[in-house]
């Protein structure tokens, strides 16, 4: 006969039922406790077997084990699998510290010599600021050919502070792309950050025009004076090499209508009028080769941190292009890969276009393959693209996961540990219950996303994927980066300037001089001078200096642009 029939039959004493809840409360505490320790014993030695691989360490759990991820897993994953992560947190969790203390550990490695390659764009706050810092206080301390070694490969470009800003043409033709594509994507970036939708017919005029000026070496600052002067553009366009751009603007571009000129005018104006600076590097002649930013040893702060009000357009048309820059090398099959690439998006959200989107998600699903980690850090996952947070969820290795609201706990539900060993609170109603229940897979959730709106700062939930041990939750390691002023000047100086920065106020003049050459030329040409004469920057457009065009002179035409009513051709 069974215990619960007899007990069905005869009624069993109280004391006896007392003592057996009292046992079956103990079973279930140690299988709760043996669960949980199991956990912790995976996490403990798969920990110590990373300690024997190079590693870097991102924290510490709540039992101080040393959270190690293994560098090589950073930028390649294991049989296919992403080799990305993405943190989340509301403001002052601790996500750029967390991010920063990484980036700081890998470029102990790479200060060390390790084949690797750091690529931080920090689109708000401090995140640039302390990995410069960071790099300093490493540089600081290492053999002085090393310290020269990292700092000729040393991109720093911090748009709105700083004295000094790299060259960076945006219109200089790369080598990963035809002219035609690298031009549709910066009109569509243009077209996302700057301004309302172009028509079909405005994107169209401003993809041949910037193909044109592409394949010509053309800065956008002497394109944008291009715009009113058809008869320079039309003798641009008989040189082009590529008949779409050549029969756009000679059969068609002449037939827009001043108002779409002036469309394409104020978008150009937007980026060109934010900062004389930065002004001054678009126009080149120099560019950012975006291919050496995944060399060994390579470290790029690419900061857009202190926009000033009104400037937020430029900013995201500025991230976009550098995300579509850094894609495009990424991606290039002429690119010979060669370590890993590490790649940090602090306010991700900020970079964010429909073509941004896009390119990230390319990026996502297929860049592992090329030797690079993704590091997206957002505050909240409201702010992405819906289609793009699910794409994440799919393609991370790690989700790190501070202090977070509601909404944004309940997005990230996946990530939040499930044991199933939850006890569930005692009820405010009626006699405690005689056996220690477990929340439901519901309830735990539920009690999850609660409690992630109540950790404290620098705590982060890191989820593991393919890992031995479950979600953790881990405490930031101590981040303090030397202040400025606590490192020598020349070393200062260099991580300032970077490998290739150009002082602002230089970049400046020779802007104003570009575009003064190209007035001058205009003028010229439309007083039929010899436009040979014109001073050294146009000759670059595939005319030896003081040679005549070969294009007929653009002077026999100005009568005809002037009716803009299509006869032209
Ligand atoms: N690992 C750490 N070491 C030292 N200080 C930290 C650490 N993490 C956070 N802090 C402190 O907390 C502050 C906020 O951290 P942090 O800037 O990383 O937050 P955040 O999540 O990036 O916030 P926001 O969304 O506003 O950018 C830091 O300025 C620093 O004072
Ligand atoms: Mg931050």
């Known amino acids: 006969m069974s215990g619960r029939f007899r007990r069905f039959l005869l009624g069993v004493p109280r004391d006896e039922e007392v003592r057996r809840a009292r046992e079956q409360i103990a079973r279930d505490r140690d299988a709760l406790l043996g669960d949980l320790a199991a956990d912790e014993q995976a996490f403990a030695a798969e920990m110590r077997r990373r300690e024997r691989t190079p590693h ?12 190690r991820i293994p560098l090589a897993h950073l930028a390649t994953g294991r049989d296919g699998e992403a080799a990305h992560a993405f943190y989340s947190g509301s403001t002052g969790s601790g996500k750029t510290m967390q991010a920063a203390a990484l980036v700081d550990s890998i470029l102990e490695r790479l200060v060390a010599g390790a084949p690797v390659a750091v690529v931080v764009l920090a689109l708000q706050g401090n995140f640039a600021d302390l990995v410069l810092r960071a790099l300093g206080a490493r540089l600081a301390r290492a053999p002085a050919e090393r310290r020269r070694a990292v700092l000729s490969q040393l991109l720093t470009a911090r748009f709105f502070r700083g004295a000094t800003l790299p060259e960076w043409n945006i219109l200089a033709a ?8 690298q031009a549709g994507t910066i009109a569509e970036v243009l077209e996302n950050a700057l301004g309302a939708s172009l028509g079909g017919r405005q994107e169209t ?27 320079v553009l039309q ?14 603007v000679l059969n068609r571009f002449a037939r827009e209508s001043a108002a779409t000129i002036d ?15 930065i002004r001054g590097a678009l126009a080149g002649p120099g560019t950012i080769d975006f291919a050496r930013r995944f060399e060994p040893g390579a470290v790029s702060a690419l900061d857009l941190s202190g926009t000033p009000l009104g400037a937020e357009g430029a900013r995201l048309a500025i991230s976009a292009l550098l995300v579509q ?10 690119r010979e890969v060669r370590g890993h690439t590490l790649l940090f998006v602090d306010e991700a959200q ?13 990026l996502l699903t297929t860049v592992r393959q090329f030797g690079v980690g993704l590091h997206f850090i957002n505050q909240s996952l409201v702010q992405i693209p819906r289609d793009f947070v699910h794409l994440l969820a799919t393609n991370i290795k790690w989700r790190f996961l501070g202090r977070s609201g509601r909404d944004d706990a309940t997005l990230s539900s996946e990530f939040l540990p499930r044991t199933g060993r939850l006890p569930k609170p005692p009820s405010p109603f009626g006699p405690p219950s005689d056996r220690l229940e477990f929340q439901s897979r519901a309830e735990e959730t539920e009690a999850r996303i609660a409690a992630v709106g109540t950790m404290p700062s620098r705590h982060f939930l890191v989820t593991e994927r393919a890992a031995p041990f479950g979600p953790r939750e881990v405490v930031a390691r101590d981040f303090n980066p030397p202040s400025w002023d606590a490192l020598p000047g020349d070393l200062r100086e260099a991580l300032e300037r970077g490998a290739s920065g150009v002082p602002r106020t230089e970049l400046i003049a020779r802007a104003r001089r570009a575009e003064a050459d190209a007035l001058a030329r205009f003028a010229a040409s439309r007083e039929g001078d010899d436009v040979g004469e014109a001073p050294a920057r146009p000759a670059r457009r595939g005319r030896a200096k003081g040679s005549l065009p070969k294009t007929p002179d653009a002077i026999t035409r100005a009568a005809r642009w002037g009716r803009r009513d299509g006869d032209d051709s």
């Open 235 to 248: 003798d641009l366009a008989r040189r082009s090499k590529e008949p779409l751009v050549t029969s756009y």
């Open 174 to 181: 790369t080598p990963h792309a035809p002219p035609l594509v």
């Open 325 to 334: 820059s850094l894609a495009f090398a990424a991606l290039s099959a002429a």
């Open 56 to 67: 870097v360490v991102v924290g510490e759990s709540l039992d101080k084990v040393p959270y």
């Open 205 to 231: 005029a401003l993809t041949m025009l910037l193909a044109l000026a592409i394949e010509l070496a053309l800065p956008i600052s002497v394109l944008r004076l291009c715009l009113h002067e058809p008869d």
């Open 350 to 362: 900020l970079a964010f276009t429909p073509a941004t989107a896009r390119t990230l998600a390319t």
């Open 263 to 277: 469309g394409l005018g104020s978008r150009i104006d937007r980026l060109l009028s934010l900062d004389a600076g």
